[in-house]
């Protein structure tokens, strides 16, 4: 703890001292987006290829510590004091709201990078499957992976004679001190301690490059044309991965720390639950859960559970509210190692960038509400709630010509400058097939 908070960190004794910039770590901050560049800058194709590699070592490097926390004094305890439920907690409005949130981003709920990912599969792709697979998959690691920090955390706590609550922390405490003082303690601790960290970097890159290559994808499917040209891909990667870097500096400096958990508890906060609620009203009442549910079915050629149409309309939409209310209900100001209160600039900061979310949403509402013809406030609100679709999401009931979203000829020159322009789209009797390969788009 000493030498990660002295030596790494050097941190200093609160926001208001942000020091100097600590050059050691901000020399690992470049390679990592460095790293980063080189492995997306193709594209999909590249850095699908590369998620094989960071996404299945971690699991080799987790059952090897796992073997070898299992053989250690005191592991026994430690996953017992993880296996054991304390059922009173359960009565806690904030365990309510922290697995909600934590489920929210260890998913990538409502953040846009799954749907841009997804753009890359072919249209008929059973998606359906792999969101079971996925979430059995994300949850299934969370879970296997409590077993290798608990083992040695039992370990620990038995060396020190107390208690594993004692010894377990939250957050980077445990990833940095809690875990890394315990294999310092074990035989050989060098090479536990090499593997525990080169498993972080991969989890850490892998992540990274899901978020970079989502918000790529997102902005060059806005503007197709323009990045297609030369090697403006390329350039417009690097100028956000330097931006990234640039914006990174402020977390590496003495007072980073303090920096970096304004960010990870605001900007990265509980108003993903809002974002989520706001999407979930869009495609449920808007844009219709029965035409949402068709458009699926045109996708996969079969039809998914019924259930998922009380999910998106009233599951989830109150699952994500009463959360978000809860949270408001159990807030309380952020605060550095239980001792360190921030100042009230700094929290006032911390919500800009939690409101930063939303913000454009009003904002978008309200130039749509001023920009689009109607003679009264209520008709232009009854025509911007009605879906304006293209010719493909069209189903056979949908026969009125006032829901297309442009005439022949404006959607002619759509196409030429379509985000996908390796869609090929059949019509027939208003059931639609677009076929799309993922070489095409990438």
Known sequence: ???????????????????????????????????IYFCIWKGIKTSGKIMYFTATSPYILMTVLL?????????????????????????????WVDAGTQIFFSYSISLGVLTAL????????????????????????????????????????????????????????????????????M????????????????????????????????????????????????????VTCIISFLLGLCMVTNGGMYVFQIFDFYSGSRIILVVA????????YLYGVDRFYDNIEMMYGFRIPILMKWMWTVVTPLFTIILFVLNGYTYSELTYNRTYHYPQWAIGLGWMMACSSIVFVPIVIGYKLYQHPGDTILQRIRLL??????????????????????????HKMEEQTSPYPGYHQVVDNGNASVNQTRETKA
């Open 1 to 35: 703890m000493i030498f990660c908070r002295r030596k790494v960190l050097q941190i200093s004794s609160g926001i208001d001292d942000m020091g100097t910039i600590k050059w050691d770590l901000a020399l690992c901050l470049l390679l990592a987006w460095i790293v």
């Open 187 to 238: 035989p050989i601790s060098p090479l536990w301690s090499i593997l525990f960290f080169f498993m972080i970097i991969l989890l850490g890159l892998d992540s990274q490059f899901v978020g970079v290559e989502g918000f790529i994808t997102a902005i060059t499917d806005l503007f197709p044309t323009h990045f297609k040209k030369g090697h403006r891909k390329e350039m417009f990667i690097g």
């Open 277 to 284: 609620f706001l999407e979930c009203i869009a495609i449920g």
């Open 118 to 185: 997804g753009s890359y599969n072919k249209f008929h792709h059973n998606s359906y499957r792999d969101c079971i697979i996925f979430a059995c998959t994300n949850s299934g690691t969370s879970f296997f992976a409590g077993f290798v920090i608990f083992s040695v955390l039992g370990f620990k706590a038995h060396k020190q004679g107390v208690s594993v609550a004692e010894v377990a922390e939250s957050g980077p405490g445990l990833a940095f001190i809690a875990y890394p003082e315990a294999v310092a303690q």
């Open 67 to 95: 073997i070898r926390g299992c053989t250690l004094e005191g592991a026994g305890e430690g996953i017992k004091f993880y296996l054991t439920p304390n059922f009173e907690r359960l009565a806690d409005a904030e365990v």
């Open 385 to 410: 709630m009605k879906p304006k679709l293209r010719q493909h999401q069209l189903r056979v009931q949908d026969t009125d010509p006032d829901e297309l979203i442009q005439d022949t000829e404006t």
